[in-house]
């Protein structure tokens, strides 16, 4: 198969990008307390959330929110990146 070349870069993308940086470290956060709290449950629970902060550490999950955080720029004037 074939190696695929990174897209050059383009507006969309480069939102895309910051918007990946900018929610990461809440998303870690947010799914390590989601983790330490089903563990707490029992051992089942506590490796269905590993699963799925496995799953959301892998790449290539950002399109979905960097649309959403266009949308909201679309209607506002300032974004407030706390409140995604």
Known sequence: MPQRSAPSPTPFLNHLKRVKTKLTPRLKEVLAASES???SRGKE???M???VTSLCDRGGKRLRP???VTGAICVQDELDWNVL
């Open 37 to 39: 709290l089903a563990l």
């Open 45 to 47: 629970v506590g490796a």
């Open 66 to 68: 960097g649309l959403c």
């Open 49 to 51: 959330a590993a699963a």
